[in-house]
């Protein structure tokens, strides 16, 4: 049987003349691209830009939502109530489509951002609000979930169509939850080590948290993590390994 995965990378996180990642650079790798919407990270510009890129390399063009949050990069929890998070995604999403209609191309997924992430990941009703609010606007977009958690059960509930996601370059708690960064060892920086692991979640169609216990997981898309000092470099990594392993690279 034929491997197939996906390969994502945040991006478009600069605004104004602050930018941040070799965005060309990383397009030329991933197949699928989460394009920041401007509240944690990016604005109109960036976002045009990178869509207009992503669209001439023909990778996926996706939402990515995140909390408003700009000095936290959206990485700090929030509380917000259900209604106002739908409200919240629906706006990003909107300005997203915008954009990329702009450029000929179209959002082809959702993801969402940070915070957000982790949020959703640990609360269905909030889960459900985001993705309840982005199937509002695009019935037929592909959400990316984390595996076996409340964004897992509420997309499935919603009858949405999916893409689980797993992350090459972050560790993993016993209950599939990502790590805390501020843990030692939640980050991983060494390209091959990140590679050698995209290889075996994917081969393997699991995940293989700190503690060693082993968490089977279908496994659509792997992320990549656009803002880091290694990012290019793994990506590379990560692609030539798959690609040696057999495994087809296409977006989802």
């Not at 699928?32 to 830009?49: K, P």
């Not at 997924?109 to 940070?114: A, D, Q, R």
């Not at 599939?176 to 030692?184: E, I, K, Q, S, V």
């Amino acid at each position: 049987m034929t491997l197939s995965v996906d390969l994502n990378a945040d991006m478009g996180e600069g605004f104004g003349p602050w930018r941040t990642g070799d965005d060309d650079a990383l397009l030329e790798v991933v197949t699928s691209a989460n394009i920041a919407c401007g509240f944690h990270a990016g604005d109109w510009d960036v976002m045009a830009s990178t869509m207009a890129s992503a669209a001439r390399r023909g990778v996926g063009i996706g939402a990515h939502p995140g909390l408003p949050d700009l000095q936290g990069f959206g990485r700090r929890r929030m509380a917000i109530g259900p209604e106002s998070a739908g409200n919240l995604v629906r706006y990003q999403l909107g300005a997203a489509q915008a954009m990329a209609a702009g450029v000929g191309a179209e959002v082809r997924h959702l993801k969402l951002h940070g915070a957000l992430y982790n949020m959703a990941a640990d609360d269905e009703t909030l889960a459900r609000a985001c993705f309840e609010a982005a199937l509002s606007v695009a019935p037929d977009i592909t959400l990316f979930v984390l595996p076996a958690t409340a964004q897992e059960r509420a997309a499935r509930d919603l009858g949405a169509r999916i893409a689980c996601e797993v992350f090459a370059d972050r560790a993993y708690g016993d209950d599939g939850r990502l790590m805390d960064r501020a843990r030692p060892g939640a980050v991983l920086h060494d390209p091959e080590d990140i590679a050698a692991r995209a290889v075996e979640m994917v081969t393997n169609g699991a995940i293989t948290a700190a503690s060693g216990k082993v968490l089977e997981t279908p496994v659509d898309t792997i992320c990549l993590h656009g803002d880091s000092p290694e990012a290019v470099t793994a990506a590379r990594a990560v692609r030539a390994a798959l690609e040696g392993a057999g495994v087809t690279l296409s977006r989802v």
